[in-house]
């Protein structure tokens, strides 16, 4: 039995662009305030499958779990701050299962002033216990969870924010000691983990910001390098790693495509939208020959597949449109039906959309 969890009254319905793109868009989660950035994680590992995090302008952390048809919510903790990225990994062997990491304002909302943190919960039986982590001179923005140190056993915790630094937070004998792994000429927005150089081994952190760089980032013998995958005339605020390349969000609407060719990074306008980017995903299709599908959200309120043709030909239809603009997106398996990976989408609206594809 489950306690202290409420269940959401979804909707269900398809617009237009959605039954012709074929994807149907729900409501999991309605809240008074705007929702800044969701992840998808195994954060029951007792129950199957996984779950749902999303974080708050004002501190709450909302955990979702399926029953059935239905999803339920609780909201686990209240940081006293803004929180705007989290991640779902194991990164502290006190605890079994894997944790949750949050990242924002020690105190009050997003600002160019002010203390960040990082905030991570475990679970304690049926509660979950939070701790402050990592504090910064600034925001924190950015945060993810893996192995990309030879340094340690296990997971690392990787976060970025508006002090420019992209920092690794290692644990040791109970604590997180942080290393700074690159620092940019601007705010760092956003941080992932991925295989995005195929000629080595291993994972790289791949990182964005507001100097309008995006850059890999490596662990040598001698210490961390990088190399920049892509640098644009403004910032840059989201980005996705996939099998097939690198997909950027700017701040002007610009969308673009980075492939590794030969040792060296190409890149291709997929277009533009009307608002800043705030969301990129990549989503398997699940064929043979490893091909992914390309999608975008933000500041226009809407999520788009990007589509190029054989001959070149490039197209954004829309598959979702919401009332505010949205803040993030996700891919990840939540109802094992064998379609596609689902969508999550939030942002200013306080709404939390799961985006379904029919087939």
Known sequence: MWTGWMLVV???????????????????????????????????ADAPGNEIAAVSANGDIWFLRQEGDEWRSQRVHT????????????????????????????????????AGQALMLHRDGDAWRGQTIFTDSHMLHGVAIGDVSARSAGN???????????????????AFVPEVMY??????????????????????VVVCGSD?????????????????????????????????GVLIGGDDGEITFARRVD??????????????????????????????????????CRVVELRLDGAGNKQSVEIYKDEKPLHHLVAGELDHGGRLPELLTCGHGGRLIMLTHAR
């Not at 894997?98 to 997003?110: D, L, P, S, T």
């Not at 690392?156 to 109970?174: A, S």
């Not at 705030?278 to 043979?288: F, N, Y």
Request: hydrophobic fraction near 40%.
């Open 10 to 44: 979804v909707s269900l319905f398809q617009s237009d662009a959605g039954g012709a793109s074929g994807w149907s868009s729900r409501v999991l989660l309605e809240t008074d305030r705007g929702l800044g950035g969701v992840v998808i994680g195994d954060l029951y």
């Open 79 to 114: 940081a006293g701050g803004e929180l705007i990225m989290a991640a779902i990994g194991d990164v502290d062997p006190r605890y079994s299962g894997n944790e949750f990491v949050g990242v924002g304002m020690v105190e009050g909302e997003e600002a160019l002033r002010g």
């Open 156 to 174: 690392e915790v990787v976060v970025c924010g508006f002090n420019h630094r992209v920092t690794l937070l290692r644990q040791v004998d109970g």
């Open 183 to 204: 620092v940019g000429d601007d705010r760092q927005k956003i941080v992932t983990i991925a295989d995005a150089l195929r000629e080595r081994g291993g994972l790289e």
């Open 212 to 244: 309008g760089r995006v850059v890999v980032v490596w662990e040598e013998e001698l210490g961390w390098r990088h190399e920049v995958i892509f640098a644009g005339t403004v910032g840059q605020s989201r980005v996705a790693v996939g099998r097939t």
């Open 263 to 300: 040792g060296r990074w190409t890149h291709e306008s997929l277009g533009r939208e009307e608002g800043k980017i705030r969301g990129t995903a990549l989503v398997p299709t699940g064929d043979h020959l490893g091909r992914e599908k390309l999608f975008a959200a933000g500041y226009a």
